[in-house]
């Protein structure tokens, strides 16, 4: 119950990083960014109470009845090439963080 | 910008010794977290720390590991006795009271055990 799983899909300029989830109870989903050597950082994230956000170029959409978030990375460049990871938790509690998925953007 | 800082960036160690990873968490902060990355692996969660006391700790957090905070500014991660399979990234991250969630990250420790 506590797994987050990834997957990923691109398509022309535009990346798309699925994530599925099983634990019902998590209401907060983050998306870490990590580069190499470097720690995650929060690249975006969002709460259950609503279907999308957007910053700049990165979109999460979330669908709560399927359990799934996603990010989306429009106009995908040589600089977000990077480890995407997303994570779920509840307000309060630890990160669970999927598996990874590794984003290379050539020019 | 305020950031976690990590000491050392990297640290060797003999199977069997004793290491200790410290974090300087953001000033206002007062949830405090360790994490651990195997190589090529996914980020896992250790232990939370709260008001001077472990809030939350996974099956990884065995009776080798211990936390302290020993002072206002210092987060600590001590293993007793280091095995082959400690070596990891280890990630201090911390979080504000409040309205927000977002724990941010240190730039890691790389733990290297021979």
């Known amino acids: 119950q506590q797994q987050v799983k990834q997957s990923i899909v691109q398509k022309g300029g535009i990346s798309i990083i699925n994530c599925a989830y099983e634990?019902?109870?998590?209401?907060?989903f983050p998306w870490y960014q990590q580069f190499p050597g470097k720690g995650p950082a929060l690249l975006i994230a969002?709460?259950?109470?609503?279907s999308e956000k957007k910053e700049g170029r990165f979109t999460i959409s979330f669908n709560k009845s399927a359990k799934q978030f996603s990010l989306h990375i429009m106009d995908s460049q040589p600089g977000d090439s990077a480890t995407y990871f997303c994570a779920a938790s509840r307000r309060t509690d630890k990160l669970i963080f999927g598996t990874g998925t590794r984003l290379q953007v050539f020019p | 910008e305020p950031e976690v800082t990590q000491t050392p960036s990297h640290q060797v160690t003999q199977m069997g010794q004793e290491v200790i990873l410290r974090c300087v968490p953001i000033s206002n902060h007062l949830y405090f977290y360790w994490y651990r990355q195997i190589l090529g692996q996914k980020v896992e969660f250790l232990v939370s720390?709260?008001?001077?006391?472990?809030?939350?700790k996974s099956e990884i957090f065995d009776d080798q590991f211990s936390v302290e905070r020993p002072d206002g500014s210092n987060f600590t991660l001590k293993i007793r006795s280091t095995k082959l399979e400690d070596s990891a990234m280890y990630f201090c991250a911390s979080r504000v009271r409040g309205f927000t969630d977002t724990q941010y990250f240190g730039p890691g420790t790389r733990l290297t055990v021979l």
């Open positions: 634990n019902t109870a998590f209401d907060y």
């Open positions: 969002i709460r259950p109470d609503v």
């Open positions: 720390f709260y008001n001077n006391e472990i809030s939350e």
